[in-house]
């Protein structure tokens, strides 16, 4: 059996995740070693774009007609499509949460009209999967080398792993950090997916949300414990609106108006 074929490529986003790839060095010549890299441009001109890939990363948000057109000729030469970093994940910090207002009256506002940039035309700002079957992910901001290495290891054995589903403060706990939310920080570890390692915080640092939302069981306890907390529906949301995408800072704007709807109700 051949090495798999694989493709690194880039969205709309800051390019951080593919020099994530390329910043781990040591680690870098087994991965070429391990795998038939086809195509990546931020590390060779040579690319091969007209053969099937066993498997394809991308990182990056879907925020141009062109972005949407790549990424559907990626989907469909790629046996297993990865979403790599926040953008490619969640939508990134171009599709927060910024209220009601829809994006093109935003993008209006800073570009001054509609179709202001003409080399290609704008979308808005989504995650992979809302265009495409997604089948792993490895969500940060940007991805870390470790669990990319990880994951790299596991696809290169025919395994396609799934994030785990419980928040960062686990892996805080494991690490025996004290609690910043108890030292009157606004930390999003309880609302964050696990997977980091809890670096954040383990440098006396609040989370602030880079591996995407938990499940929605967990996070309504979670943002309820914030308001017990003391902080303000508006703060925990705006916090969590950066990285949370539009869709769940959305849910957890109205989950939290509904709750002290109730409360004042009493
Ligand atoms: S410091 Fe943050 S991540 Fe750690 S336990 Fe407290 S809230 Fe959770
Ligand atoms: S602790 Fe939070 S902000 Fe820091 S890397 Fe992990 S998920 Fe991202």
């Known amino acids: 059996m051949g090495k798999p074929k694989v493709g690194i490529y880039g969205l709309t986003g800051c390019a951080g995740d593919q020099l994530n790839i390329i910043n781990c060095e040591d680690e870098l010549l087994k991965i070429f070693d391990i795998f038939e890299i086809e ?7 040579a690319k091969n774009e007209n053969v099937e890939l066993d498997v394809a990363f991308v990182e990056g948000s879907v925020s141009t007609e062109k972005d949407l057109e790549h990424l559907m000729e990626i989907r469909k030469k790629s046996k297993i499509l990865v979403a790599i970093g926040h953008c490619a994940v969640f939508g990134g910090v171009q599709s927060m949460f910024m209220g009601k207002e829809p994006w ?20 808005e700002p989504k995650p992979l999967a809302a265009y495409v079957k997604v089948d792993a992910v490895l969500p940060g901001c940007p991805i870390e080398k470790e669990p990319f290495l990880k994951l790299a290891g596991k696809l ?16 805080c706990k494991w690490k025996e950090n004290e609690c910043l939310l108890l030292k009157g920080q606004l930390c ?8 980091c390692g809890a670096i954040c915080p383990s440098m006396n640092i609040p989370c602030i949300g880079c591996w995407g939302p938990i499940a929605k069981e967990n996070w309504e306890s979670e943002a309820l414990l914030l308001l017990e907390k003391g902080y303000k529906p508006d703060e925990i949301v705006k916090r969590f609106a950066i990285f949370g995408g539009t869709e769940r800072a959305e849910l957890l704007k109205n989950f939290l108006e509904s709750h002290q709807k109730q409360e004042s109700g009493k």
Do not use: Q, W
């Open 39 to 45: 195509s990546f441009v931020m590390a060779s001109r």
């Open 104 to 123: 093109i009256e935003r993008y209006k506002k800073v570009y001054g009209k509609e179709n202001a940039v003409t080399l290609t035309p704008p979308l």
């Open 188 to 195: 999003l570890g309880p609302l964050t997916n696990s997977g």
């Open 156 to 171: 290169a054995h025919g395994i396609v792993p799934k994030v785990p589903d419980f928040p960062v403060c686990a892996e």
